[in-house]
Protein backbone atom coordinates (compact mmCIF):
# COMPACT_ATOMS: atom_id res chain seq x y z
CA UNK A 1 0.00 0.00 0.00
CA UNK A 2 1.62 3.39 -0.63
CA UNK A 3 1.75 6.06 1.87
CA UNK A 4 -0.71 9.14 1.64
CA UNK A 5 -0.09 12.64 1.52
CA UNK A 6 -1.64 12.71 4.38
CA UNK A 7 -1.55 11.77 7.82
CA UNK A 8 -4.22 9.66 7.90
CA UNK A 9 -4.37 5.87 7.00
CA UNK A 10 -6.76 2.93 6.53
CA UNK A 11 -6.91 1.30 9.64
CA UNK A 12 -5.98 -1.88 8.75
CA UNK A 13 -2.44 -0.62 7.64
CA UNK A 14 0.04 -2.83 7.45
CA UNK A 15 3.00 -2.56 4.98
CA UNK A 16 4.83 0.31 2.77
CA UNK A 17 5.82 0.23 -0.73
CA UNK A 18 9.40 1.96 -0.61
CA UNK A 19 9.69 2.66 -4.40
CA UNK A 20 7.58 5.43 -4.27
CA UNK A 21 8.35 8.73 -2.01
CA UNK A 22 6.79 9.95 1.59
CA UNK A 23 5.88 13.47 1.98
CA UNK A 24 7.39 14.94 4.97
CA UNK A 25 3.42 15.12 6.04
CA UNK A 26 3.42 11.45 5.64
CA UNK A 27 4.99 10.64 8.53
CA UNK A 28 3.66 10.16 12.19
CA UNK A 29 4.90 13.35 13.87
CA UNK A 30 6.62 11.03 16.33
CA UNK A 31 9.53 11.41 13.92
CA UNK A 32 11.61 14.06 15.41
CA UNK A 33 15.31 15.90 13.99
CA UNK A 34 13.83 14.68 10.74
CA UNK A 35 16.20 17.41 8.80
CA UNK A 36 19.32 16.53 11.00
CA UNK A 37 18.80 12.69 10.33
CA UNK A 38 18.51 12.73 6.85
CA UNK A 39 21.91 15.20 6.90
CA UNK A 40 23.49 12.75 8.88
CA UNK A 41 21.99 9.55 7.51
CA UNK A 42 20.64 10.23 4.39
CA UNK A 43 18.47 7.91 2.71
CA UNK A 44 18.11 5.24 5.66
CA UNK A 45 16.58 8.12 8.16
CA UNK A 46 13.11 8.65 6.10
CA UNK A 47 13.45 4.75 5.14
CA UNK A 48 13.65 3.55 8.76
CA UNK A 49 11.39 6.20 9.90
CA UNK A 50 8.67 4.74 6.79
CA UNK A 51 8.89 1.84 8.62
CA UNK A 52 6.78 3.49 11.56
CA UNK A 53 3.92 2.52 9.29
CA UNK A 54 4.66 -1.06 8.73
CA UNK A 55 2.97 -3.88 10.66
CA UNK A 56 3.50 -7.66 10.33
CA UNK A 57 1.40 -8.58 6.58
CA UNK A 58 1.68 -12.19 7.43
CA UNK A 59 1.07 -12.26 11.21
CA UNK A 60 -1.79 -10.19 11.14
CA UNK A 61 -3.86 -12.13 8.12
CA UNK A 62 -3.31 -15.36 10.32
CA UNK A 63 -4.86 -13.47 13.59
CA UNK A 64 -7.54 -12.67 11.50
CA UNK A 65 -7.85 -15.97 9.87
CA UNK A 66 -7.88 -17.36 13.90
CA UNK A 67 -10.23 -14.70 14.60
CA UNK A 68 -12.70 -15.96 11.87
CA UNK A 69 -12.74 -19.75 12.55
CA UNK A 70 -12.47 -19.80 16.35
CA UNK A 71 -11.13 -23.27 18.60
CA UNK A 72 -10.59 -25.03 14.69
CA UNK A 73 -7.89 -23.02 13.47
CA UNK A 74 -6.22 -22.29 17.13
CA UNK A 75 -5.64 -25.99 16.94
CA UNK A 76 -4.38 -26.22 13.37
CA UNK A 77 -1.77 -23.85 14.04
CA UNK A 78 -0.95 -25.21 17.41
CA UNK A 79 0.00 -28.79 15.30
CA UNK A 80 1.81 -27.02 12.67
CA UNK A 81 3.75 -25.44 15.42
CA UNK A 82 4.30 -28.48 16.66
CA UNK A 83 4.79 -31.09 13.53
CA UNK A 84 5.25 -28.49 10.66
CA UNK A 85 2.72 -27.78 7.70
CA UNK A 86 3.17 -31.46 6.44
CA UNK A 87 1.19 -32.43 9.08
CA UNK A 88 -1.57 -30.23 8.03
CA UNK A 89 -2.91 -30.95 4.47
CA UNK A 90 -5.86 -28.88 5.38
CA UNK A 91 -3.34 -25.43 6.62
CA UNK A 92 -4.86 -22.17 4.82
CA UNK A 93 -3.10 -19.82 2.94
CA UNK A 94 -2.82 -17.36 6.08
CA UNK A 95 -1.77 -20.84 7.88
CA UNK A 96 0.83 -21.57 5.38
CA UNK A 97 2.60 -18.28 4.91
CA UNK A 98 3.14 -17.22 7.98
CA UNK A 99 4.83 -20.80 8.65
CA UNK A 100 6.72 -20.77 5.34
CA UNK A 101 8.05 -17.37 6.25
CA UNK A 102 9.74 -19.15 9.66
CA UNK A 103 10.98 -21.81 8.33
CA UNK A 104 13.18 -20.08 6.02
CA UNK A 105 16.62 -20.12 6.65
CA UNK A 106 18.22 -16.97 5.69
CA UNK A 107 21.61 -17.38 4.53
CA UNK A 108 23.59 -15.37 7.27
CA UNK A 109 22.20 -18.00 9.98
CA UNK A 110 25.10 -19.91 11.65
CA UNK A 111 23.66 -21.88 14.45
CA UNK A 112 27.15 -23.10 15.74
CA UNK A 113 27.31 -18.92 15.88
CA UNK A 114 24.47 -18.07 17.54
CA UNK A 115 25.40 -21.00 20.09
CA UNK A 116 27.94 -18.87 20.76
CA UNK A 117 26.32 -16.20 21.78
CA UNK A 118 23.75 -17.63 23.69
CA UNK A 119 26.67 -19.35 25.76
CA UNK A 120 28.10 -16.00 26.60
CA UNK A 121 24.96 -14.45 27.39
CA UNK A 122 23.78 -16.40 29.75
CA UNK A 123 26.78 -15.23 32.11
CA UNK A 124 25.44 -12.48 32.55
CA UNK A 125 22.98 -14.37 34.93
CA UNK A 126 20.53 -12.61 37.29
CA UNK A 127 22.62 -9.52 36.77
CA UNK A 128 21.80 -9.47 32.93
CA UNK A 129 18.10 -9.67 34.33
CA UNK A 130 18.40 -6.66 35.85
CA UNK A 131 20.11 -4.79 33.12
CA UNK A 132 17.34 -5.55 31.06
CA UNK A 133 14.99 -4.03 33.05
CA UNK A 134 16.95 -0.86 34.28
CA UNK A 135 18.41 -0.53 31.22
CA UNK A 136 17.06 -1.99 28.56
CA UNK A 137 13.22 -1.73 29.24
CA UNK A 138 13.52 1.96 30.67
CA UNK A 139 15.69 3.08 27.85
CA UNK A 140 12.42 2.00 25.68
CA UNK A 141 9.97 3.60 27.66
CA UNK A 142 10.95 6.87 27.33
CA UNK A 143 9.82 7.14 23.57
CA UNK A 144 6.11 8.24 24.00
CA UNK A 145 4.81 6.67 20.90
CA UNK A 146 6.91 3.03 21.49
CA UNK A 147 4.89 2.29 24.82
CA UNK A 148 1.25 3.55 23.80
CA UNK A 149 0.14 -0.26 23.25
CA UNK A 150 1.78 -1.33 26.26
CA UNK A 151 -0.56 1.76 27.90
CA UNK A 152 -3.52 0.49 25.73
CA UNK A 153 -3.77 -2.79 27.34
CA UNK A 154 -2.61 -1.89 30.47
CA UNK A 155 -1.17 -5.10 30.87
CA UNK A 156 2.39 -3.61 32.38
CA UNK A 157 0.31 -1.03 34.54
CA UNK A 158 -1.82 -3.42 35.98
CA UNK A 159 0.58 -6.80 36.21
CA UNK A 160 3.89 -5.27 36.51
CA UNK A 161 6.06 -8.19 38.08
CA UNK A 162 4.09 -11.10 35.85
CA UNK A 163 4.48 -9.08 32.93
CA UNK A 164 7.90 -8.42 33.18
CA UNK A 165 8.60 -11.90 34.46
CA UNK A 166 6.56 -13.32 31.35
CA UNK A 167 9.61 -11.06 28.92
CA UNK A 168 12.36 -12.35 31.14
CA UNK A 169 11.08 -16.04 30.48
CA UNK A 170 10.85 -15.14 26.50
CA UNK A 171 14.34 -13.70 26.76
CA UNK A 172 15.69 -16.66 28.64
CA UNK A 173 14.02 -19.52 26.31
CA UNK A 174 15.32 -17.57 23.28
CA UNK A 175 18.92 -17.36 24.29
CA UNK A 176 19.31 -20.81 25.44
CA UNK A 177 21.98 -22.87 23.54
CA UNK A 178 19.94 -24.42 20.11
CA UNK A 179 16.77 -22.81 21.82
CA UNK A 180 15.52 -21.34 18.57
CA UNK A 181 15.87 -23.79 16.75
CA UNK A 182 12.52 -26.06 15.56
CA UNK A 183 10.60 -27.56 18.48
CA UNK A 184 12.30 -25.83 21.28
CA UNK A 185 10.62 -22.63 23.41
CA UNK A 186 12.72 -19.83 22.39
CA UNK A 187 11.60 -20.56 18.71
CA UNK A 188 7.63 -21.49 19.62
CA UNK A 189 7.65 -18.08 21.97
CA UNK A 190 9.00 -16.18 19.64
CA UNK A 191 6.28 -16.97 16.66
CA UNK A 192 3.93 -16.81 19.31
CA UNK A 193 4.90 -13.83 20.36
CA UNK A 194 4.36 -12.30 16.46
CA UNK A 195 0.94 -13.59 16.72
CA UNK A 196 -0.16 -11.35 20.29
CA UNK A 197 1.60 -8.63 18.90
CA UNK A 198 -0.38 -8.79 16.04
CA UNK A 199 -3.47 -9.25 18.46
CA UNK A 200 -2.39 -6.17 19.98
CA UNK A 201 -1.96 -4.34 17.02
CA UNK A 202 -5.80 -4.86 16.09
CA UNK A 203 -7.27 -4.26 19.26
CA UNK A 204 -5.35 -0.84 19.72
CA UNK A 205 -6.27 0.29 15.80
CA UNK A 206 -9.79 -0.86 16.51
CA UNK A 207 -10.08 1.02 20.02
CA UNK A 208 -11.01 3.98 18.09
CA UNK A 209 -8.47 6.19 20.08
CA UNK A 210 -5.22 4.93 18.26
CA UNK A 211 -3.61 7.97 16.41
CA UNK A 212 -1.58 6.51 13.85
CA UNK A 213 -1.14 10.44 12.84
CA UNK A 214 0.90 10.99 15.65
CA UNK A 215 1.87 6.79 16.73
CA UNK A 216 2.69 5.32 13.88
CA UNK A 217 1.02 1.77 13.51
CA UNK A 218 0.89 0.03 16.86
CA UNK A 219 4.00 -2.28 17.37
CA UNK A 220 5.07 -1.47 14.09
CA UNK A 221 8.56 -2.49 12.32
CA UNK A 222 10.37 0.21 13.66
CA UNK A 223 9.54 -0.19 17.24
CA UNK A 224 9.76 -3.99 16.95
CA UNK A 225 13.51 -3.30 15.78
CA UNK A 226 14.05 -0.97 18.60
CA UNK A 227 13.43 -4.26 21.34
CA UNK A 228 15.84 -6.01 19.46
CA UNK A 229 18.55 -3.36 20.35
CA UNK A 230 17.29 -3.52 23.75
CA UNK A 231 17.39 -7.14 23.97
CA UNK A 232 21.06 -6.94 22.19
CA UNK A 233 22.72 -3.60 22.06
CA UNK A 234 21.90 -2.85 24.89
CA UNK A 235 22.47 -5.53 27.48
CA UNK A 236 25.61 -6.05 26.27
CA UNK A 237 26.87 -2.54 26.94
CA UNK A 238 25.69 -2.74 30.47
CA UNK A 239 26.78 -6.59 31.08
CA UNK A 240 29.80 -4.40 29.85
CA UNK A 241 29.98 -1.72 32.24
CA UNK A 242 29.35 -4.19 35.20
CA UNK A 243 32.38 -5.63 34.39
CA UNK A 244 31.70 -8.71 32.13
CA UNK A 245 33.70 -9.27 29.14
CA UNK A 246 32.74 -9.99 25.69
CA UNK A 247 34.89 -10.90 22.88
CA UNK A 248 34.30 -9.38 19.55
CA UNK A 249 33.27 -12.44 18.33
CA UNK A 250 31.06 -13.14 21.07
CA UNK A 251 29.36 -9.49 20.65
CA UNK A 252 28.91 -10.58 16.70
CA UNK A 253 27.62 -14.04 17.92
CA UNK A 254 24.67 -12.18 20.47
CA UNK A 255 23.91 -9.60 17.29
CA UNK A 256 23.55 -12.91 15.43
CA UNK A 257 21.13 -14.49 17.89
CA UNK A 258 19.17 -11.71 18.23
CA UNK A 259 18.81 -11.49 14.39
CA UNK A 260 17.55 -14.69 13.87
CA UNK A 261 14.90 -14.18 16.64
CA UNK A 262 13.80 -11.26 14.86
CA UNK A 263 13.68 -12.97 11.84
CA UNK A 264 11.29 -15.50 13.65
CA UNK A 265 9.61 -12.80 15.30
CA UNK A 266 8.51 -11.31 11.71
CA UNK A 267 11.19 -8.37 11.95
CA UNK A 268 12.07 -6.91 8.20
CA UNK A 269 15.04 -8.06 6.47
CA UNK A 270 15.98 -4.70 5.52
CA UNK A 271 16.49 -3.92 9.36
CA UNK A 272 17.82 -7.10 10.37
CA UNK A 273 20.50 -6.44 8.01
CA UNK A 274 21.87 -3.46 10.73
CA UNK A 275 22.41 -6.70 12.90
CA UNK A 276 24.80 -8.24 10.22
CA UNK A 277 27.98 -6.28 12.32
CA UNK A 278 28.50 -4.11 15.57
CA UNK A 279 29.07 -1.01 13.36
CA UNK A 280 25.92 -1.29 11.70
CA UNK A 281 24.07 -2.34 14.55
CA UNK A 282 25.23 1.10 16.35
CA UNK A 283 24.56 3.12 13.12
CA UNK A 284 20.90 2.46 13.19
CA UNK A 285 20.58 2.47 17.01
CA UNK A 286 21.94 5.92 16.43
CA UNK A 287 19.15 7.12 14.20
CA UNK A 288 16.59 5.54 16.28
CA UNK A 289 17.84 7.45 19.19
CA UNK A 290 17.92 10.47 17.20
CA UNK A 291 14.47 10.28 15.85
CA UNK A 292 12.71 9.29 18.75
CA UNK A 293 9.92 11.43 20.63
CA UNK A 294 10.73 11.60 24.56
CA UNK A 295 8.39 10.82 27.26
CA UNK A 296 4.87 11.46 28.30
CA UNK A 297 2.77 10.57 31.22
CA UNK A 298 2.30 6.95 29.93
CA UNK A 299 6.28 6.80 29.68
CA UNK A 300 6.70 7.87 33.47
CA UNK A 301 3.54 5.57 34.52
CA UNK A 302 4.88 2.66 33.12
CA UNK A 303 8.77 3.79 34.86
CA UNK A 304 7.59 4.02 37.81
CA UNK A 305 5.35 0.32 38.11
CA UNK A 306 8.60 -0.87 36.81
CA UNK A 307 11.04 0.65 39.40
CA UNK A 308 8.70 -1.45 42.04
CA UNK A 309 8.99 -5.04 40.59
CA UNK A 310 12.47 -5.88 41.87
CA UNK A 311 11.95 -5.00 45.41
CA UNK A 312 8.61 -6.90 45.14
CA UNK A 313 10.57 -9.87 43.06
CA UNK A 314 13.44 -9.90 46.58
CA UNK A 315 10.02 -10.40 48.72
CA UNK A 316 9.97 -13.73 50.04
CA UNK A 317 13.07 -14.47 49.01
CA UNK A 318 15.59 -12.72 51.48
CA UNK A 319 15.08 -10.61 54.87
CA UNK A 320 12.71 -7.13 53.81
CA UNK A 321 16.08 -5.09 54.23
CA UNK A 322 18.18 -6.83 51.49
CA UNK A 323 14.72 -6.63 49.29
CA UNK A 324 15.07 -3.13 49.60
CA UNK A 325 18.79 -2.88 49.19
CA UNK A 326 17.62 -4.92 45.69
CA UNK A 327 15.28 -2.24 44.47
CA UNK A 328 17.84 0.98 45.94
CA UNK A 329 20.46 -0.52 43.64
CA UNK A 330 18.50 -1.72 40.84
CA UNK A 331 17.06 1.99 40.24
CA UNK A 332 20.30 3.04 41.13
CA UNK A 333 22.08 1.20 38.04
CA UNK A 334 18.58 2.39 36.10
CA UNK A 335 20.22 5.95 36.62
CA UNK A 336 23.94 5.27 36.04
CA UNK A 337 22.82 3.11 32.31
CA UNK A 338 20.35 6.21 31.37
CA UNK A 339 22.02 8.94 32.17
CA UNK A 340 20.71 12.17 33.96
CA UNK A 341 18.50 13.71 31.28
CA UNK A 342 16.49 10.41 30.40
CA UNK A 343 16.47 9.22 34.32
CA UNK A 344 15.42 13.12 34.99
CA UNK A 345 12.67 12.45 32.39
CA UNK A 346 11.12 9.42 33.54
CA UNK A 347 11.90 10.01 37.37
CA UNK A 348 14.27 7.69 38.74
CA UNK A 349 15.54 8.75 41.78
CA UNK A 350 18.80 10.96 41.92
CA UNK A 351 20.63 9.15 44.83
CA UNK A 352 23.80 7.94 46.10
CA UNK A 353 22.75 4.40 44.44
CA UNK A 354 23.32 5.42 40.98
CA UNK A 355 27.28 4.83 41.87
CA UNK A 356 26.73 1.16 43.09
CA UNK A 357 27.62 -0.01 39.60
CA UNK A 358 30.87 0.68 40.63
CA UNK A 359 31.42 -2.18 43.81
CA UNK A 360 29.25 -4.47 41.52
CA UNK A 361 32.06 -4.01 38.53
CA UNK A 362 34.78 -4.59 41.16
CA UNK A 363 32.79 -7.65 42.39
CA UNK A 364 32.49 -8.97 38.62
CA UNK A 365 35.41 -8.08 37.32
CA UNK A 366 38.12 -10.11 39.26
CA UNK A 367 35.55 -13.58 38.39
CA UNK A 368 36.11 -12.44 34.78
CA UNK A 369 39.65 -12.59 34.51
CA UNK A 370 39.82 -16.21 36.14
CA UNK A 371 37.28 -17.27 33.90
CA UNK A 372 39.22 -16.52 30.85
CA UNK A 373 42.39 -18.02 32.06
CA UNK A 374 41.00 -21.10 34.09
CA UNK A 375 39.76 -24.07 31.68
CA UNK A 376 36.16 -24.64 31.42
CA UNK A 377 35.11 -21.50 33.67
CA UNK A 378 33.19 -19.94 30.80
CA UNK A 379 31.69 -22.81 30.03
CA UNK A 380 30.65 -23.21 34.13
CA UNK A 381 30.19 -19.45 33.89
CA UNK A 382 27.22 -20.18 31.16
CA UNK A 383 25.95 -23.20 33.40
CA UNK A 384 25.99 -21.25 36.81
CA UNK A 385 24.39 -18.23 35.17
CA UNK A 386 21.63 -19.45 33.17
CA UNK A 387 20.32 -22.13 36.47
CA UNK A 388 20.16 -18.89 38.67
CA UNK A 389 17.93 -16.79 35.79
CA UNK A 390 15.73 -20.17 35.53
CA UNK A 391 15.95 -21.06 38.57
CA UNK A 392 14.59 -17.22 39.84
CA UNK A 393 11.85 -17.05 36.99
CA UNK A 394 10.44 -20.24 38.18
CA UNK A 395 10.64 -18.88 41.79
CA UNK A 396 8.52 -15.77 40.78
CA UNK A 397 6.43 -17.34 38.33
CA UNK A 398 4.89 -19.34 41.04
CA UNK A 399 4.48 -22.30 38.50
CA UNK A 400 2.33 -20.58 36.09
CA UNK A 401 3.99 -20.58 32.90
CA UNK A 402 3.47 -18.09 30.45
CA UNK A 403 1.06 -19.62 27.45
CA UNK A 404 2.05 -17.09 25.13
CA UNK A 405 -1.44 -17.55 23.42
CA UNK A 406 -3.65 -15.11 21.88
CA UNK A 407 -7.56 -15.05 23.87
Not at 29 to 57: H, K, M, Q, T
Not at 309 to 327: D, R
Not at 332 to 355: K, S, T, V
Request: with cysteine; net charge neutral; hydrophobic share 40%.
Amino acid sequence: MSPQGTRSWPRDATSLRFGEPMTDTAFPSRYENREEARRRFGDDADRYAGFYLVGDPLADALVRWIERHGESAKAQFERTLRDGTSAVPEASPELRGFFERADALPAWVDFDQIRTGALAYQRFGILGMIVLSAWSLINGYHSSAAVKPLAFTGELRHRPQRRLAETARFVSEATQVDGLRSGRPGRDISLRVSLIHSHVRRACLDSGRWRTDLWGLPINQADMFGTLLEFSLLMMDGAQRLGFFLTPEEREAILAMWRYCGHLSGVDPWLLEALSSEAKTRRLADLLRLVQPGPDEDSRALTEQLLQVPGQNAKGKAPPVLALAVSRIHNGLARAFNGAEIADDLGIPDDLWQYSVYPIRAAVAPFEWLRRRVPGASQLASEVGNRAVRGDLRRILRGEEPSFTIS
